[in-house]
């Protein structure tokens, strides 16, 4: 983690009632300064360099520009933060900096859960709730450009991203589609062009949750990355699921221990295919999340009975998997059924992707 050298980042925390469904400002609490941790933006630069160049740079050298939001009048205020280098851009909408956000304020009296920038609150919160909100804010630092640290690689090809060569076409022949839900976003640019998941690995995953009743279940999972020099397409390939062991669960978390990543790593060593760590999958218990008194048609309309990563899941994988390359697998246990969604990363956000069952 580290400033940029020509902005520095804040936010503003603002302190609502909640009044027949709608959010009403009671007071400005204050600024105060955030330290985001820029890897997945770094490792999503990288990814795309190493993409369109097959060897990224040994070091990158990130330029960091607000955009701000001229619906609040421009600057300070930003909307999102390009990230440049090697050539490449991501954009970083206001949510990524979500869990600096949570971290700055922690320490504020009775401030509670930070609800995420132009979040929707839904009608269902009690009147006279307290909601607080964040913006971001830029400020550019007087003086000199401090100098800026360069994210160095010791080889031209990191040790922990190893392709190998595939004719993805013959995969995609064999293999059968997941789509993402129509009424959810599709048009991201994802970083990995496929993502293969065997047919048996989903299984085990959904039989987890199934057996896991109301409590989250999960996993790591592993394989390799593929790379089709004829089509230009790189796809990550599931291979191996190492469920969590020993992991503390609850309605709404998982921990994932030593002990469980240490099985990871004996795993590693075993399977020859597999050498590569892909992501993670876990579950969510969406049909135990509505109280039995919630009618049955109320509930089938229930945004917590949809497949979406919670705030939690979103800052685990930022910390733990920032790797542009990672999928996480999602088996989302609702009234209307289980479903096995993907997510990965798009720049600077997750996002919910399509993937195929082999």
């Known amino acids: 983690m580290f400033a940029p050298s020509r902005h520095s980042f804040a936010i503003l925390l603002k302190r609502h ?14 600024r105060r300064g955030i330290k985001p941790d820029w890897t997945p933006a770094i490792e999503a630069l990288r990814w ?6 097959h060897a990224p740079p040994r070091a990158l050298n990130p330029e960091f520009l607000p955009v701000w939001d001229e619906n609040k ?12 280098a090697a050539g490449q851009e991501v954009l970083l909408p206001a949510s990524f900096f979500q869990t600096a956000a949570a971290a700055s304020a922690s320490d504020v009296p009775g401030i ?16 006279g ?25 010791e080889n031209d090809e990191p040790e922990d991203v190893r392709f190998h060569a595939a004719d993805i076409g013959t995969l995609l022949a064999r293999s059968e589609a997941v789509p993402v839900p129509d009424d959810e976003d599709a048009g991201a640019e994802h970083e990995v062009d496929e993502v293969f998941v065997p047919r048996v690995i989903a299984g085990r995953i959904l039989q987890a949750a199934q057996n896991a009743g109301a409590v989250e279940t999960g ?21 191996a699921y190492v469920p969590a062991f ?49 009618p049955p048609e109320r509930r089938a309309l229930c945004p917590r009975q949809r497949a979406v990563l919670s ?39 997750v996002v919910r992707r399509p993937y195929r069952l082999v």
């Open 48 to 53: 795309r360099a190493l993409k369109h160049q």
């Open 112 to 127: 509670g859960a930070l609800a995420a920038p132009a979040a929707d609150h839904d009608e269902d919160g009690a009147d």
């Open 219 to 239: 996993g790591t999972l592993l394989g390799r990355l593929l790379r089709d020099e004829a089509r230009g397409t790189m796809a990550a390939e599931v291979l």
């Open 17 to 30: 009632a909640l009044e027949q469904g709608k959010l009403v400002l009671q007071s400005v609490i204050g």
């Open 311 to 349: 705030a939690a899941d979103l800052a685990m994988i930022q910390t733990v998997f920032p790797r542009a390359y990672s999928v996480f697998l999602l088996a989302n246990m609702a009234d209307s059924g289980p479903t096995l969604a993907c997510f990965g990363w798009a720049g600077g956000s």
């Open 73 to 84: 009048g421009g600057a300070p205020h930003a909307r999102a933060v390009r990230v440049r």
């Open 129 to 153: 709730g307290g909601v607080t909100t964040w913006e971001l804010l830029a400020f550019e630092q007087g003086g000199a450009p401090a100098m800026q640290k360069k994210f160095a690689l």
């Open 246 to 294: 020993n992991a503390p669960a609850t309605l709404t978390t998982l921990t994932f221990t030593d002990e469980h990543f240490a099985c990871v790593q004996d795993t590693l060593v075993r399977e020859p295919c597999a050498d590569s760590l892909i992501g993670f999958a876990h579950s969510h218990p969406s049909s135990h999340f509505c109280p039995p008194s919630c």
